[in-house]
């Protein structure tokens, strides 16, 4: 099974709302990965955090890897209607060819 | 460039029939993969590839098989098909093995009747 997991799986904010998902893994990994997909479309690649304890901002999304490299998150600072979709964490499992998704936050603004 | 190129979008079978899902890709990418997303249960992969020649399995193999002749393509063959497998198919390519983005298809809308 799925060795990423992440939550919530639902998300519901009023626009301007601050949103934080969660993901945790049950081993280290040597990464993680952040994909946006928005309703309708395909995952498109966020970032990438390597480092223990990284933190990288961009723009409103700040993305942070934890000191034990098995649990990241992603903040998003006052929300807004483009931030709409499902956020998705993934790493690559001990082989390092698989990359292991999250089963993802749906996040939901609304105006 | 295109990108990742996935066809046909949109696909309805009957149980039992069979079908492939093509992926092509123009950048030169070595490794591939193939995922298929359903409500809940985000995306799960059904088998790689690391180069031409070279496959391996997934979380989700059961019901599907893959060939890597060209380092362009990476089809997805269902042979015989079952509802179970009514889902969206992503076809995924990166640069690196274990680094660097994905870049996805914009995916196969399969339903099976």
């Known amino acids: 099974g799925q060795q990423v997991m992440q939550i919530p799986q639902y998300q519901h904010v009023q626009e301007g709302e601050d949103f934080t998902t969660y993901c945790n893994s049950s081993?280290?990994?040597?990464?993680i990965q952040w994909y946006k997909q928005r309703p309708g479309g395909h995952p498109v690649f966020l970032i990438q955090?390597?480092?223990?304890?990284e933190v990288k901002k961009q723009k409103r999304l700040t993305f942070q890897f934890g000191e034990a490299k098995k649990n990241s998150s992603l903040h998003i600072t006052a929300t807004q209607t483009t931030d709409v979709g499902t956020y998705f964490c993934?790493?690559?499992?001990?082989?390092?060819?698989?990359?292991?998704f999250g089963k993802g936050t749906s996040l939901l603004v609304t105006p | 460039n295109a990108g990742v190129t996935q066809t046909p979008k949109f696909q309805v079978l009957k149980t039992g029939q069979s079908m492939t899902l093509q992926c092509a890709q123009d950048?030169?990418?070595?490794?591939m993969s193939w995922y298929r997303q359903d409500p809940g249960m985000g995306l799960r992969l059904i088998h790689y590839?690391?180069?031409?020649?070279?496959?391996d399995q997934g979380e989700v193999p059961n019901g599907y098989n893959v060939s890597r002749s060209t380092t362009e393509d990476f089809p997805l063959r269902l042979l015989s098909a079952a509802p179970s497998q009514t889902s969206v198919y992503f076809c995924?390519?990166?640069?690196?093995?274990?680094?660097?983005?994905?870049?996805f298809g914009e995916g196969s809308r399969l339903t099976v009747l």
């Open positions: 081993t280290t990994l040597s990464n």
């Open positions: 995924a390519s990166t640069r690196g093995s274990n680094t660097g983005e994905l870049f």
């Open positions: 590839s690391v180069g031409a020649g070279i496959t």
């Open positions: 955090l390597v480092k223990s304890g």
């Open positions: 950048m030169n990418h070595e490794y």
């Open positions: 993934a790493g690559f499992l001990n082989s390092g060819y698989a990359l292991n």
